[in-house]
């Protein structure tokens, strides 16, 4: 390949890859073509991208930007997945398909600078929440205080709600309250 070749595909990964800092790599090798055609159209429902790489080149378009360290993971035929909403959902997405399509290997993912290995290492990221779920989540850990505390302060008034109820129900039905 020759070295104009070559630069113009280091350009075109970091031009796809831009403004992206997480990733994962994916080999499809095992794959027959007809199955990575059909992987492919599925994640691209939800948004979600697979480039298949150079290992060579896209170390040298990921110098200096955050999916560098993914230089560990480019070795034999390598390929990466990225966007969708976040890493998160692309790991939950792959892991999904390994039963439909056997010859999908996982070599490994970064999320915020850290490095998840191999098959386990995505298989642990995508038991991760998404950021979604996790504000969700912290906004029930604040929440739930509160809505204790309410309930804490609202369960006397409901109870004397309820005397006060049933001593209106006797007194339209003419009945005598007696005192207890």
């Not at 996982?106 to 386990?120: E, M, R, Y």
Request: aromatic share 4%.
């Amino acid at each position: 390949m020759s070295k104009t070749v070559k630069n113009m595909l280091t350009r075109d990964y970091t031009k796809r890859l831009e403004g992206f800092s997480e990733a994962l790599v994916i080999s499809i090798r095992g794959m027959k073509a007809t199955q990575t055609t059909k992987l492919r159209r599925q994640l691209s429902k939800n948004k979600i991208k697979i480039t298949v790489v150079r290992n060579d080149l896209a170390r040298k378009a990921f110098k200096g930007s955050a999916l560098e360290s993914l230089d560990s993971f480019l070795s034999g035929a390598s390929a990466l997945a990225y966007g969708g909403g976040s890493i998160v959902e692309v790991a939950r997405e792959i892991t999904g398909m390994l039963a439909d399509y056997p010859g999908l290997e996982l070599k490994g993912a970064i999320l915020d600078g850290t490095l998840f290995k191999g098959d386990a290492g995505v298989k642990e990221l995508s038991k991760y929440p998404t950021r979604p779920e996790a504000i969700g989540n912290v906004v029930t850990l604040l929440v739930s205080p509160g809505r204790k505390l309410a309930a804490q302060v609202k369960g006397p008034g409901s109870n004397i709600a309820g005397i006060i109820k049933a001593i209106e129900a006797k007194l339209e039905k003419g009945e005598a309250i007696s005192k207890k």
